[in-house]
């Protein structure tokens, strides 16, 4: 008993390494349109994006490339997990105002994200 | 506007809609599940919204996922129960998760809408024609079932086994979106042929849940799902 006690904290905790690990991005939604509308995120790695609604009304972020489908009530945020990914753009929509609400996920090989990283220190 | 709308309506509806034309040709003989199904509908639809964004920041901003995946899987067994007999019970408790999913999409998108200059007209207009297109496209399911259970009575089980790998790839996706499950690469990517933006691609996604780009987990959970109900839908004609 004390051993699958000992396993499932054990799994828990390594879970929660693996959920805090993440490197984040912050995608706002605002006016109806996504800011930044080119987020550039690094390949092979599982990432954390945040979404920050800041309309009144509710959105839902939907990717079909990604797989992804994430509601964000109005005023208020929410999280999204990806990765690791393949290099591309990945386009994604405001499922509720599909006409404004547009943007691409560009997944960066890894010297071009290091290139990309130094430049934007520099 | 108007557009986008019915796109939305039919997209939500069409699933609980697919289930309940499956459920009505299995069950013709008594339709008190139905308004059981109905009335529980309504009072979990009345209930919910005040706490809708209590919910959705639960579990770090993942509560709404939560609440998707706890209706997948409630179809999902429900499914398993009602091929074990207890059809009545089970068939309330796929419509009642089904239209629960729907429910709270139509309010969210509703809330983006209503009120709102210019978009009012529109939006009730795109609910209406959602609505008409939705039921129309049920209606002809249902006499599609009806004509192919002459053939064959598989037919049904078949059905019943798409709607829950539907449940099944559902399920680990949202696992997925919430780092519960892993994401692994495509296995493939059919887009070309079928695009989930596409109007086929749509229906393909509410009746057997559609992928264009599947990955090695959903695969699984998809096949799994369908093979189990597969089965369980053999037993029970040879039970019978």
């Given at each position: 008993?004390?051993?699958?006690?000992?396993?499932?904290?054990?799994?828990?905790?390594?879970?929660?390494?693996?959920?805090?690990?993440?490197?984040?991005?912050?995608?706002?939604?605002?006016?109806?349109?996504?800011?930044?509308?080119?987020?550039?995120?690094?390949?092979?790695?599982?990432?954390?994006?945040?979404?920050?609604?800041?309309?009144?009304?509710?959105?839902?972020?939907?990717?079909?490339?990604?797989?992804?489908?994430?509601?964000?009530?109005?005023?208020?945020?929410?999280?999204?997990?990806l990765g690791p990914l393949q290099a591309g753009e990945y386009g994604f929509f405001g499922d509720f105002h599909p006409d404004s609400a547009k943007g691409t996920l560009i997944v960066l090989p890894e010297n071009e994200w290091i290139q990309r990283q130094v430049e934007h220190v520099d | 506007m108007l557009i986008n709308t019915v796109l939305v309506y039919i997209r939500e509806l069409l699933p609980v809609l697919l289930l309940l034309a499956t459920l009505l040709r299995l069950q013709h003989h008594s339709r008190r599940w139905l308004w059981q199904s109905?009335?529980?509908?309504?009072?979990?639809?009345?209930?919910?919204?005040?706490?809708?964004?209590?919910?959705?920041?639960?579990?770090?901003?993942?509560?709404?996922?939560?609440?998707?995946?706890?209706?997948?899987?409630?179809?999902?067994?429900?499914?398993?129960?009602?091929?074990?007999?207890?059809?009545?019970?089970?068939?309330?408790?796929?419509?009642?998760?089904?239209?629960?999913?729907?429910?709270?999409?139509?309010?969210?998108?509703?809330?983006t809408n209503i009120g709102t200059d210019n978009s009012t007209e529109s939006f009730w207009l795109g609910a209406v024609l959602g609505v008409g297109i939705g039921a129309s496209i049920a209606v002809i399911w249902y006499q599609l079932l009806a004509e192919l259970q002459r053939v064959?009575?598989?037919?049904?089980?078949?059905?019943?086994?798409?709607?829950?790998?539907?449940?099944?790839?559902?399920?680990?996706?949202?696992?997925?979106?919430?780092?519960?499950?892993?994401?692994?690469?495509?296995?493939?990517?059919?887009?070309?042929?079928?695009s989930e933006h596409t109007e086929v691609g749509v229906f393909f996604q509410a009746w057997f849940g559609y992928e264009a780009t599947p990955d090695m987990v959903q695969l699984g959970s998809w096949l799994m799902s369908f093979i189990l109900i597969l089965m369980l839908w053999q037993w029970r004609r040879g039970k019978l």
């Open positions: 008993m004390t051993l699958l006690y000992r396993s499932f904290i054990l799994c828990c905790a390594l879970m929660s390494c693996n959920v805090f690990s993440r490197q984040e991005f912050v995608l706002v939604i605002k006016d109806h349109l996504f800011s930044p509308s080119h987020l550039y995120v690094p390949q092979g790695q599982k990432i954390k994006i945040r979404l920050l609604n800041q309309d009144a009304t509710p959105e839902e972020f939907e990717s079909f490339a990604l797989n992804r489908e994430k509601v964000v009530l109005g005023q208020s945020e929410a999280v999204l997990y | 109905t009335f529980l509908t309504a009072v979990m639809l009345i209930v919910l919204p005040p706490w809708l964004g209590d919910i959705t920041q639960l579990a770090d901003g993942t509560g709404l996922e939560w609440l998707f995946i706890s209706a997948h899987l409630s179809t999902l067994i429900a499914l398993f129960i009602l091929l074990a007999g207890r059809m009545n019970s089970a068939s309330v408790l796929a419509l009642c998760a089904q239209a629960l999913l729907c429910g709270i999409n139509l309010l969210l998108y509703g809330l064959s009575q598989f037919i049904l089980g078949m059905m019943l086994a798409l709607i829950g790998a539907r449940q099944g790839i559902e399920t680990v996706t949202l696992l997925g979106q919430i780092d519960m499950l892993p994401s692994g690469e495509a296995l493939w990517d059919s887009s070309a042929l079928v």
